[in-house]
């Protein structure tokens, strides 16, 4: 696989990552500001997630979405996180985290695939800017 093909994917999940979990949290959360927060992140990742597939198709790219343990996984994790604690709180805070990680890739990989096209670079500078607003964005609610 190409660095573009690997960049571009790298964003593919990521976002998909991001829409499925916080579908899953929606539908977790109490708090109707807290909600109306989440909703925003969820159409900003569904929006950049949509992106990515165009670009993967235009470029007759393979879509590499998460395999079905890491959905799995990942569901379980979430339930089992806020089997105990419900709290905005909370959930901010694990939310926070997996920002956080996102913004380590995303910097890792744009740093590995430097010579990524334009539109494929764009595209995860977008990311990685919006990974870092939602941290900044998610404290308030701590």
Do not use: C, P, W
């Not at 995303?106 to 977008?126: C, F, G, P, T, W």
């Amino acid at each position: 696989m190409n660095g573009n093909a690997e960049l571009l994917n790298f964003v593919y999940q990521n976002s998909q990552m991001g829409v499925e979990t916080l579908n899953q949290l929606i539908g977790i959360v109490k708090d109707d500001s807290f909600r109306k927060h989440l909703e925003s992140q969820y159409d900003e990742y569904k929006s950049i997630h949509d992106a990515s597939r165009s670009l993967l198709n235009e470029n007759e790219l393979d879509e590499k979405g998460l395999g079905a343990l890491e959905k799995i996984r990942t569901y379980l994790m979430i339930n089992m996180q806020t089997l105990t604690d419900k709290t905005s709180s909370h959930i901010a805070e694990m939310l926070i985290i997996g920002s956080n990680m996102g913004v380590i890739n995303a910097v890792k990989n744009l740093k590995k695939y430097s010579n990524a096209e334009s539109d494929i670079a764009n595209l995860m500078e977008r990311l990685l800017r919006f990974e870092e607003n939602n941290i900044q964005q998610l404290k308030e609610f701590l």
